[in-house]
């Protein structure tokens, strides 16, 4: 079972009462959120690994801004 598997709203059945809409809307936005998610974690990995590289010749101060 997947995590957008999960995220399951309104009746069983996709099209009563706009069930079905609500449900694609849902798992678009629990998409987008596991994208961003892994875009948040790309970006600060490539801060800290630059900071390693760095930290002899950049002081923190300096590297923080």
Do not use: K, N, Y
């Amino acid at each position: 079972m997947s995590v957008l598997d999960r995220a399951r709203i309104g009746s069983a059945w996709p099209m009563a009462g706009g069930a079905g809409r609500r449900a694609c809307l849902l798992r678009q936005s629990a998409g987008l959120g596991l994208v961003l998610a892994a875009v948040a974690t790309a970006l600060w990995s490539g801060s800290f690994v630059t900071s390693r590289a760095l930290h002899d010749s950049v002081p923190p101060v300096q590297a923080a801004f």
